[in-house]
């Protein structure tokens, strides 16, 4: 009985024989996670109105996922290495069910907030499984087929998130409203656990070292020291405890950094890896990556509540308006890696001026708008553009990146970027909501129109940054390694 509850442990030496059906099941799982990251962006009004939140708290709704996942995701892919993929997969799978319930039956903002934060640690518990067990599962061919695989679901689900989210929240099955987006998570996650204790088998590393867990924990207390003060300051009036805040956060941040390359090779897997970060090209890809995500969060945040609040909009028919940029990534990612290999940082830098332009005529569009109703067509040209650029400077990112990494750096590095992307997301949340939601009294229309030029700025700042960039990337890639 016990063998047929739980595979054997797969030694990497021969192909286990229910690999690609342990694949889809962890695919399903990771598509919870590539879901949420987007989907709650559409239903924000409709949470502030049903749970009476203050801006700050729908930021914070945005935030508190990112945060929690930024600040588990290293240590739990270590974890993963040392103690097992398949028990933190299905710990993983289950708390995220468990949150995303808590989430759904949220009184109160705070609650919603806690449980979001929650949700995105144990989202952080998951994912990194997923990658580690492709790479052991997977060899060759084989392997590029898997983290093919992840690349189409993951670009699948960012272009359905946002869709999905008005779908459900407009259709309010039995009557739950914003809560669909995360109650459909329960019966996902219970399906989920019981076909991973089936069918995915153990994997682990056996000369993985021991992670550093205390310093996770001085890394998350870092990261919402940071993000903090951006939330409240505005409301507050900038008060020195928020400046305070921020600067301890910064400096945690750097003593962390040191702390671990003085001990490093005492037995445990350091968080930030200090010889990664003297690369230059590795310094500034997650510069690129962090700027990336803190411009796209930020934006499709104040987005969505300009559409439905400002210009009366449904959240359906604003998911449908989001559409137009996904339709842009789709038609150049295809590409991008063949021309990353071949470009480089050309490729890269072209896919953030795109993404500058495409923003920019948005911005130019809303500027010619009134709080009236307004047309989708108008926004949609910029959103594609846009949208296109994404895929030419997401895509090849990693790879140009990690070219110029070492191969015993590499899968820290990666494990960086992802936790760059996150927190970049909760940044921007934090930082362009704060420049919204400080100008609604002018307006919505002008308070979007006040936070668009730090939407563009960013990745005109992006594109500067890849010039910096190595000049081309290896053509065999590892797979991705993040969300």
Not at 108 to 117: K, M, Y
């Amino acid at each position: 009985m016990s063998a047929t509850l739980t595979p054997p442990p797969h030694t990497g030496t021969d192909p286990h024989p229910r690999r690609w059906a342990a694949a889809v099941v962890m695919m399903i799982a990771a598509l919870m996670d590539l879901l949420d990251t987007t989907i709650v962006n559409v239903a924000i009004p409709s949470i502030g109105r049903d749970l009476h939140a203050s801006t700050s708290e729908l930021q914070w709704t945005v935030s508190a996922y990112l945060l929690g996942f930024a600040a588990a995701l290293i240590v739990s892919g270590h974890l993963g290495d040392r103690l097992g993929r398949r028990t933190l997969f299905l710990a993983g799978t289950a708390g995220f069910g468990l949150a995303s319930l808590a989430c759904g039956l949220a009184q109160s903002p705070g609650q919603l907030i806690a449980a979001r934060a929650v949700q995105g640690v144990l989202a952080a518990v998951l994912m990194p499984q997923v990658i580690g067990s492709f790479r052991t599962l997977f060899q060759g061919k084989e392997r590029g087929a898997a983290f093919g695989m992840y690349g189409a679901v993951a670009g699948f689900a960012s272009a359905i998130g946002l869709l999905l989210g008005g779908l459900l929240t407009d259709a309010d099955l039995f009557g739950w409203g914003w809560r669909s987006v995360f109650l459909v998570n329960v019966p996902v996650a219970a399906a989920t656990l019981v076909a991973g204790a089936l069918l995915v088998p153990v994997t682990k590393e056996r000369s993985a070292r021991r992670p550093d867990v205390i310093g996770s924990l001085v890394l998350a207390g870092a990261l919402v020291a940071i993000v903090l003060p951006l939330v409240h300051g505005r409301e507050n009036g900038w008060p020195l405890w928020g400046w305070a805040c921020l600067t301890a956060g910064l400096l945690s941040v750097a003593a962390l950094a040191v702390f671990e390359a003085r001990r490093a090779g005492e037995g445990t897997v350091p968080l930030l890896p200090a010889r990664a970060f003297r690369l230059p090209a590795f310094s500034v890809g997650v510069l690129v990556q962090l700027l990336f995500s803190v411009g796209m969060q930020g934006f499709f945040l104040v987005f969505a509540v300009w559409l439905q609040a400002g210009q009366g909009y449904t959240p359906m028919q604003a998911g449908v308006v989001t559409v137009a940029f996904s339709v842009g990534g789709f038609l150049t990612a295809p590409a991008a890696d063949a021309l990353a290999v071949r470009y480089g940082r050309l490729v890269l830098g072209a896919g953030a001026l795109l993404m500058a332009a495409g923003f920019g005529w948005v911005w130019a569009a809303i500027g010619d708008a009134s709080d009236a109703h307004t047309g989708a067509w108008p926004l949609a040209p910029g959103l594609i553009v846009a949208g296109a650029g994404l895929g030419f400077l997401v895509v090849p990112l990693v790879n140009v990146v990690l070219s110029a990494v070492p191969a015993d750096l590499a899968g820290g590095a990666s494990g960086i970027f992802s936790t760059a992307q996150q927190f970049g997301g909760a940044l921007g949340a934090a930082a362009i909501g704060t420049v919204f939601f400080g100008h609604t009294d002018q307006g919505l229309t002008q308070a979007l129109d006040t936070a668009m030029p730090w939407v563009t700025g960013g990745f005109v700042l992006c594109a500067g940054l890849c010039a910096m960039l190595p000049r081309t990337a290896t053509s065999d890639p590892s797979g991705p390694s993040g969300t």
